[in-house]
């Protein structure tokens, strides 16, 4: 049973790999499909643009979802508290 679940190419644990269109993330695909439906310059540069930018992000070692996650905390800054002072819970002392 060990032989063959490590010859298999496909496992649970791989439910998580990002799905793949040719060679960038299929997020990509989406505005293929709208440059496929409406054929302008405007779509298929944008499809190019966004070709470009997941290249890149891919190039840089980031997934999309970590990129996301990194200009969020670039735009927050670095001083973030974990919690506002209203939302702290209070000491109570029911003794």
């Known amino acids: 049973m060990a032989d063959y679940e490590t010859q298999m190419d496909y496992h649970w644990r791989n439910s998580?790999?990002?799905a793949r269109f040719f060679m960038l993330d299929a997020?990509?695909?989406i505005f293929l499909?709208?440059?496929?439906i409406h054929m302008r310059m405007w779509t298929f540069l944008t499809f190019i643009a966004v070709c470009l930018l997941f290249w890149f992000l891919e190039r840089r070692?980031?997934?999309?979802?970590a990129a996301?996650?990194?200009f969020r905390t670039w735009l927050l800054g670095k001083r973030r508290p974990a919690w506002?002072?209203?939302r702290k819970r209070k000491f109570h002392d029911y003794g």
């Open 16 to 18: 998580m790999k990002p």
């Open 68 to 70: 996301i996650r990194s």
């Open 61 to 65: 070692g980031l997934s999309f979802q």
């Open 27 to 29: 997020r990509v695909a």
């Open 33 to 36: 499909m709208l440059f496929i």
């Open 84 to 86: 506002l002072w209203t």
